[in-house]
């Protein structure tokens, strides 16, 4: 005989009836969800009203709530209960999650794979059931390369090749040879620049930085923006933590002045108002231009994290560095920097991130990286109504990007961090 | 003598050589400064422009789409400013109310006891964090909010408010005497400050308790009402109605329309920036001592008594600096909305305003001084916020 308190107070002694129990009524609210999502088949229909809505939740509360036994032995069940299903409130959390994801998951996975088509180069193969990633294979290398031309294309592949390759030496060679590469490496791609991707000489043909773009473009920019916002950040940190006023407050304005106002206007500034600075008659680059915005930009925040880091170090660092004899500039570089930079790898990381992420608003300026290679190619008449394909594939890469840098952040984070 | 000569010696050296690099910097700024403003003085004479702000007055003959005051072509250009400066604190300040919401509650998540949830919250973080935020706006408005239904077949929500690709229409409130109920809500508001104060200060002398949020919460719900009964408030709603402009095009009349750009950018500055606050709350409840939480179990606090008088006031002083940064950001991302030509400060202003007078100086200076002062204006009731919350130490 089971009686009515028995029942609503689940305990061990019918451990498996209440496994069996619960376990049913689970289910019958799992499969209530799961053919109304894909079946579209309600098995509650016959209840008044919109009750047939919340079925699955009273049905899988229901069930929970009978598995709910403290301490059963089972170790499955425990660990069940410990993290799913502490309480009423947790059970419900946790129904919301599974019947979320149910609704959710199988139609997604539908759109990006099972209904898409993936291999043609004309709109009309498309079945439009799914995505149509044939819009994004044919625009692939308009994606990549923006509208540099399709014969010169090899040079593109070549500077990021060559970056590439000195990165992986530069990270397994022999100590004694790392000072070489690391040298080579912040040089390159000043030549990289002006001999390869411009071109002009050795009878390269000259490309315009115009039509420059897509991801190619992104990297370009972020890896300039990167060489020279560190630095400038740094002695910035330092001239706002400076004893002369002079120095100090001329740090503070600059800081709190490219703080204080949205990337949007200091490209705009870039592009229209910066000319009318230059004498009549000179002229600079649009690119060049904008990546100096930028890092302007960019050094501010990376200023503030390094402050941050030197704000951190104990007085007695400065003491000690001072009582050795070493000057200023010799105690900032060989003591403190190196101890404040390692504390806020994180926030150094976070800007570089940022800026990354900063690069697609140059469209608003004309530079069209990948996002506004994407806002190009959708626009075209032959292959209209693709946006949705288009920024799935964009977020998809820039989140690896992202993703993945944050992941090396937190991987360096570690390796450097010491006991102090 | 010769120990006094050497100590002069090193006093006037040490002069020299705080004086040297100061002068050197103020040269160098003087410097530039005087070199941009010679070349943009002799810039803009050769083109024949003048510096001055005589355009602020001028008919801006363009029209601006949505506007929370009233605009039309024939208004000035400072109008028009005023209007883009309006747009943007409105959609700033959605993007904080929701995105603030969503962090707290995403952050708590994250740390809940339940696997599903924390890892629900993990994932979403890490989706919405590292996606750039225009792309995300393009998503929403080119791809999904392009993707609702026409007027005709709009999707309908209890036959007040529809959904469509032209954007939400929900009814409009039409009130007459509410300066009535304007009155009541401050007198109500005025008056649950007063018993909260006086709540806490006979707590803290006789340790009796009032219940002072049932009486706040009745009297800020009932004063209204009475006025509403009593004052011969009247309220209306306009509803939105579908009507036919000519034989295919349908559109909604009447009521309020929020165009898909508002919809679009306050969505995706809100799921943004609700990533980076979350990650805020998260470290500062995590950084409560342990001890803290224990003790105040062990006192027979209830959970809830915990987190709220416990954890939570501890937690907000580490919360508050870095979710001052997120809100002093979002103003400055909304600025994005020029990208899918959401009416903004930047778009109205720096964007037509400047292509009509050309005059780009004095426009891109203005817009960005608009915009650091949006920015002292934010960090200045943060940090006055957070002075209030500090330790106070005795």
Redesign the interface.
């Known amino acids: 005989m089971i009686g009515k308190s028995v029942i609503f107070k689940p305990n061990r002694e019918n451990l498996n009836l209440y496994i069996i129990l619960g376990g049913a009524f689970f289910i019958i609210g799992l499969l209530d969800v799961i053919l109304n999502s894909l079946l579209k088949a309600n098995i509650t229909s016959f209840l008044p009203l919109n009750l047939s809505f919340f079925t699955p939740i009273f049905f899988g509360l229901i069930g929970l709530h009978l598995i709910r036994i403290e301490f059963s032995g089972n170790k499955i069940l425990d660990s069940i209960n410990k993290n799913i299903n502490s309480n009423w409130f947790n059970a419900f959390l946790t129904l919301l999650v599974i019947f979320i994801l149910i609704k959710i998951i199988p139609g997604l996975l539908n759109w990006l794979f099972f209904d898409a088509d993936f291999v043609g180069t004309a709109k009309e193969e498309c079945s439009r059931e799914g995505a149509c990633w044939i819009f994004v294979y044919v625009w692939f290398e308009r994606f990549i390369y923006g509208l540099y031309p399709n014969e010169e294309i090899w040079r593109i592949n070549f500077v990021f090749l060559t970056l590439i390759i000195s990165t992986i030496l530069l990270a397994y060679s022999p100590d004694r040879l790392k000072k070489y590469f690391l040298i080579f490496l912040l040089i390159s791609p000043f030549f990289l620049w002006k001999l390869i991707l411009s071109g002009g000489n050795f009878g390269l043909e000259w490309v315009e930085t115009n039509a420059w773009g897509g991801l190619s473009l992104t990297f370009i920019i972020s890896i300039f923006a990167l060489l020279f916002c560190f630095p400038i950040g740094t002695f910035l940190a330092l001239g706002r933590r400076s004893s002369y006023p002079v120095i100090r407050y001329s740090c503070i304005g600059f800081i709190e002045f490219w703080r204080g106002v949205p990337l949007i206007t200091v490209l705009f500034m870039a592009s229209v108002m910066f000319p009318m600075f230059l004498p009549s008659g000179t002229f600079i680059d649009k690119l060049i231009r904008v990546i100096v915005a930028i890092t302007l930009f960019e050094s501010a925040y990376m200023a503030e994290v390094v402050r941050g880091g030197l704000q951190a170090l104990p007085k007695g660092q400065y003491d000690a560095a001072k009582s050795l004899g070493m000057g200023y500039w010799r105690m900032n570089f060989l003591v403190i920097m190196p101890q404040a930079i390692k504390l806020v790898i994180p926030g150094i990381a976070n800007t570089f991130l940022a800026l990354v992420k900063d690069t697609p608003l140059i469209l608003v300026v004309g530079l069209l990286e990948l996002v506004g290679m994407i806002d190009m190619a959708k626009t075209n008449p032959k292959w209209l109504g693709f946006a949705a394909e288009g920024y799935v594939f964009a977020g998809f890469v820039f989140w690896i990007i992202c993703y993945s840098m944050s992941r090396y952040s937190q991987k360096l984070e570690r390796r450097f961090k010491t006991d102090r | 003598m010769k120990f006094r000569n050497l100590n002069f010696g090193l006093e006037s050296n040490s002069k020299i050589k ?1 004086y040297l ?3 050197l ?2 040269f160098v ?1 003087v410097f530039i400064i005087g070199f ?1 403003a010679f ?2 003085q ?3 004479a ?1 083109r024949g422009i003048e510096f001055g702000f005589g355009f602020w007055g001028q008919e801006a003959s363009f029209d601006i789409q949505f506007s929370l005051i009233e605009y039309d072509g024939s208004h000035s250009y400072g109008r028009a400013y005023l209007v883009g400066l309006l747009n943007t604190i409105l959609v700033s300040v959605v993007g904080i109310f929701f995105a603030t919401i969503l962090g707290v509650v995403v952050g708590i998540s994250r740390l ?6 924390s890892k ?1 919250a993990e994932v979403y973080i ?2 919405f ?8 706006i ?2 929403w408005y ?3 909010l ?2 609702l239904p026409l007027p005709k077949d709009a999707i309908n929500f209890f036959d007040i408010s529809y959904l469509t690709v032209k954007g939400w229409f929900i009814p409009r409130f039409i009130w007459s005497n509410f300066s009535i109920i304007f009155y009541s809500v401050v007198a109500a508001s005025i008056a649950s400050i007063i018993i909260y104060t006086y709540a806490k200060k006979q707590q803290e002398q006789t340790g009796k308790r009032i219940p002072a949020f049932w009486i706040s919460s009745g009297l800020i719900t009932l004063l209204p009402l009475l006025a509403f009964f009593i004052g011969g408030v009247t309220l209306d709603f306009e509803y939105p109605v579908l009507i036919q402009q000519t034989s295919t095009i349908f559109n909604f009349r009447g009521g309020i329309g929020i165009i898909p750009e508002l919809i679009a950018l306050a969505l995706a500055l809100s799921l943004y920036t609700a990533t980076f606050i979350a990650e805020c709350v998260r470290a500062g409840i995590m950084g409560v001592n342990r001890g803290q939480k224990e003790a105040a179990a062990s006192i027979g606090l209830t959970p809830a008594q915990v987190l709220r008088l416990v954890v939570m006031p501890q937690a907000l002083r580490i919360i508050i600096p870095p979710t001052t940064n997120q809100y ?1 950001n979002l103003p ?2 909304s ?2 909305a ?2 899918i030509a959401y009416p903004d400060l ?1 778009l109205v202003f ?1 964007g037509t305003a ?1 292509m009509q007078t050309g005059r ?2 004095e426009i ?1 200076s203005i ?2 001084l608009t ?2 002062t949006l ?2 204006l934010i960090s200045m009731f943060m940090n006055w916020y957070n002075k209030k919350i500090a330790i106070k130490e005795k």
């Open positions: 705080s690099p100061q002068g910097t103020l700024i941009f070349n943009a002799d810039n803009m050769n809940s006891p339940n696997y599903l949830i629900f890490e989706i964090r590292n996606i750039p935020l225009l792309l995300q393009f998503f080119f791809a999904a392009r993707a002093l400055k991302n600025s994005l020029a990208a930047v720096a400047m780009a100086i891109v817009t960005m915009y650091l920015s002292i």
